[in-house]
């Protein structure tokens, strides 16, 4: 049975790829130091699977314990790194915070990485490298447009450190994957989107106001160039997202890589917008969501939707879920986590 290491993997998306790499037969590993998760979840992974992943608690900024851990755990296959921070707006705050944990870490990591006999690795990268791309749907040649925050600024220092590591290291190989918007939870409602403080994000703000959290959601502007006047984005169901990452792993495994850095957009290729997401969140749910219009967001971008072709054809790889689907797990979650 192959070990895979999975960091930050009691978190939202880490969390639904561990639950799909055991349902693909891996021994899982995972590391966690719990700053943005809670232990719980790893409760809720062992009750889908049966299967108890090995978890270690751990602060990947301390490169000692990192060396450690590798020490102890030398047959690792493969690694799919998720730890980082990822709030934008408080990147924009703690830039240094942002720096430290999502690049030191990384440094750390693949060091050991390439001490591995196997050296497989899946980057945990994001749609906002792109910023506002002059066209949709946006392909992986896109050009790279400077970061609006230090968060995304993170993401593609960490894409190049890697490819530059690649470049001298052919024992490496690496893919990135750029995530759209991952939604919803798995249909079990037994894992999800962990709401810890006030969400930053359109998903769970809206099931928290339908849940009676908030009073109301705040649409951030409907002036913007779209067909409703309200920004658009590329919802991917969190299972789909999770089992594209079980993917590409494959494909470094099987040594289907055609080179040893590769980039693949992971998301649906359907780009909706605020409103629609309103809407079928109130057809899922059968309910109306009390929400008004405010003011722009700063920082935000038009418009954002994924070209999948490349991850379609070479990857292997289509999201299944529709909207509608991923809002109606992230209302099941929820209402499970309210006890609704
Ligand atoms: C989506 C749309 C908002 C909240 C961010 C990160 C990205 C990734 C996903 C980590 C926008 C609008 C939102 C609200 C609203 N994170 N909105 N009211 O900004 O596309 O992407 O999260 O990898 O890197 O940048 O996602 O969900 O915050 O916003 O109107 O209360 O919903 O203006 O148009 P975003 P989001």
């Known amino acids: 049975m192959k070990k895979i290491l999975v960091t930050g993997g009691l ?6 790829t561990v639950v799909e790499l055991q349902n693909e037969g891996f021994e899982v590993v995972i590391i966690d130091d719990l700053s943005n998760s809670s232990i719980e979840v790893l409760d809720g992974i062992t009750s889908i699977t049966g299967a108890k992943p090995i978890f270690e608690k751990l602060d990947l900024k301390h490169e000692s314990s990192v060396i450690d851990f590798f020490k102890k755990h030398h047959t690792i296959s493969g690694v799919i790194h998720f730890a ?3 709030a934008v707006g408080e990147s924009v705050e703690k830039p240094l915070l942002y720096y430290e944990n999502n690049l030191n870490t990384l440094i750390y990591l693949l060091k050991e990485v390439l001490l591995l006999p196997a050296s497989n690795f899946i980057f945990s990268s994001s749609c906002t490298v ?3 791309a002059e066209e949709m749907p946006i392909t992986e040649n896109a050009p790279i447009q400077p970061a609006e925050s230090p968060y995304g600024n993170t993401k593609q220092i960490g894409e190049e450190i890697i490819r530059d590591t ?3 290291n052919t024992n490496l190989n690496a893919i990135a994957l750029r995530y759209f918007n991952p939604i919803g939870a798995h249909s079990s409602a037994k894992i999800g989107e962990l709401p810890i403080g006030v969400p930053q994000n359109l998903v769970p703000y809206i099931t928290q106001t339908a849940a009676g959290l908030r009073e109301s ?5 409907n002036d913007y160039q779209t067909p409703d006047g309200t920004c658009i984005r590329d919802y991917i169901h969190v299972v789909d997202l999770a089992k594209a990452h079980v993917v590409a792993l494959q494909r470094l495994l099987e040594q289907k890589n055609t080179s040893n850095y590769e980039t693949f957009n992971v998301g649906t290729g359907v780009g909706s917008s605020v409103l629609e997401v309103i809407k079928s969140f109130e057809k899922v749910s059968g309910q109306s969501l009390n929400y ?3 003011a722009r967001r700063e920082g935000d971008i038009t418009s954002a939707y994924a070209h999948t072709e490349k991850a379609n054809k070479i990857l292997g790889w ?3 879920s529709s909207l509608d689907e991923a809002m109606k797990s992230a209302w099941d979650w929820e209402k499970h986590i309210r006890n609704l």
Not at 11 to 16: A, E, P, V, Y
Not at 217 to 221: D, E, M, R, Y
């Open 292 to 294: 008004k219009f405010a």
């Open 130 to 132: 792109y910023g506002q």
């Open 11 to 16: 978190g939202f998306i880490g969390s639904h």
């Open 217 to 221: 959601l705040s649409v951030f502007g």
């Open 84 to 86: 980082a921070s990822k």
């Open 166 to 168: 690649c470049k001298v």
């Open 318 to 320: 289509k999201a299944k």
